[in-house]
């Protein structure tokens, strides 16, 4: 197990270095999740200006500007642009010279943008919280609620992964990704809680969110940072169903890949 593990460090290495060549990059990533944080945190501090204690959906004006800012960092985090590469090398015809490899894809995938992920933690991520802590108030959570939120931002990851795996390879149907990708943004950005928190959607379209896997990808985690869980059973459930919608997720990425490599070998030859 641990050889096989081995095996893929190069790709997370290589992935890495790829990332050192354009460290400007990450300063752009950081200014446009500001500036998209910055419209987001202040519109919804406006609408919450002047509301004693909880406002709607049982958020203080704190709350609701750390579970806002902090999904704008999250989505930055699950931005590791596989859809896009998994697209590329399909349209490219690449992906036939990667299929030589005696290691699984998917799994290569997976490793090479573990880096995209930590830079854009730390690069990104880190910065933007600590401007913005120093402009606006934030909700402290607990100890306990923290580390709660670590390994669900830890499976939050993992959920995207798969839902971007799983759009880059609608290359092997379609020629052109791009308006799948934007389709997917939009649907994850509204059913995750980015734009609207979920606590705030009408009942049935908030019931319908919180089925779906989108919801372990920002607003499960948040749940989890600002203490919005009734007891530990609750808390529990929340990572069980992140679990489910890994494994779930991951099964169907399994399934796909097998029936579009019979579709690259027919078109290929």
Avoid at 40 to 50: D, E, K, N, P, S
Wanted: hydrophobic fraction near 55%.
């Amino acid at each position: 197990m641990i050889t096989r593990i081995r095996s893929y460090v190069p790709f997370a290495t290589s992935g890495l270095q790829s990332l050192l060549q354009y460290r400007s990059m990450f300063a752009m990533t950081a200014m446009t999740a500001a500036a998209g944080a910055a419209v987001t945190v202040f519109l919804w501090r406006a609408v919450y200006a002047g509301t004693p204690g909880s406002g709607p959906g049982g958020f203080s004006q704190e709350g609701i500007t750390t579970y806002l800012l902090v999904a704008q960092i999250l989505q930055v985090l699950h931005t590791n642009r596989v859809d896009d590469e998994v697209a590329a090398e399909v349209y490219r015809g690449d992906i036939a010279v990667m299929l030589v490899r005696p290691v699984s894809y998917p799994v290569m995938r997976f490793f090479a943008c573990l880096p995209v992920v930590g830079a854009n933690a730390v690069l990104v991520g880190v910065p933007v919280l600590g401007l913005f802590a120093l402009l606006v108030p934030l909700s402290a959570p607990r100890p306990a609620d923290l580390l709660l939120f670590a390994a669900s931002t830890a499976l939050s990851v993992l959920l995207a992964f798969c839902v971007n795996l799983l759009t880059g390879m609608t290359g092997f149907l379609t020629t052109n990704t791009w308006g799948v990708r934007m389709v997917k943004q939009s649907v994850v950005a509204f059913f995750a809680g980015q734009l609207v928190p979920l606590a705030l959607m009408p009942g049935p379209l908030a019931a319908l969110a919180r089925a779906l896997p989108f919801r372990g990808m920002i607003d499960g985690p948040l749940t989890l940072l600002l203490g919005r869980y009734d007891g530990w059973a609750d808390a529990a459930g929340v990572l069980a169903q992140q679990v489910a919608w890994v494994a779930g997720l991951s099964l169907l990425c399994a399934v796909l890949w097998r029936a579009a490599l019979g579709r690259l070998e027919v078109l290929g030859g």
